[in-house]
Nanobody
Framework: QVQLVESGGGLAQPGEFLRLSCEAS????????MSWARQAPGKGFEWVAG????????YYADSVKDRFTISRDNTKKTLSLQMYNLKPEDSALYFC???????????????????????WGLGTQVTVSS
């Protein structure tokens, strides 16, 4: 069955760096787009970054653009999120999610919509505080 296991979260100070990883299994990883999303207590669900199945197209929320980098290793079936210059408002539970479409066009239009995904991991907590 499909499994997505996130790791790499933890406590960081403002301005520091963290790298999140998501290990995927149970499906043809290279055939699907993948994304990271987050949810903070009392706040809505936010799609943070997405990457097309071959890694050629990436997408970012305005809140993380120029600070976060999404990447993937299709050989290792791993999705990563490098988070630079962390801010307190980045504190949240971070999830990786598997896209349900293989279409580049469709994913480009829907990458930040929850219905575009069919599986999520349990999440890894990121806390940014001094």
């Amino acid at each position: 069955q499909v499994q997505l296991v996130e790791s790499g979260g933890g406590l960081a100070q403002p301005g520091e760096f963290l790298r999140l990883s998501c290990e995927a299994s149970g499906f043809a990883f290279s055939g699907y787009s993948m994304s990271w999303a987050r949810q903070a207590p009392g706040k809505g669900f936010e799609w943070v970054a997405g990457i097309y199945r071959d890694g050629t197209d990436t997408y970012y929320a305005d809140s993380v653009k120029d600070r976060f980098t999404i990447s993937r290793d299709n050989t290792k079936k791993t999705l990563s999120l490098q988070m630079y210059n962390l801010k307190p408002e980045d504190s949240a539970l971070y999830f990786c999610a598997k896209g349900s479409t293989q279409s580049r066009t469709e994913y480009s239009r829907r990458w930040s919509i929850s219905s575009a995904y069919d599986y999520w991991g349990l999440g890894t907590q990121v806390t940014v505080s001094s």
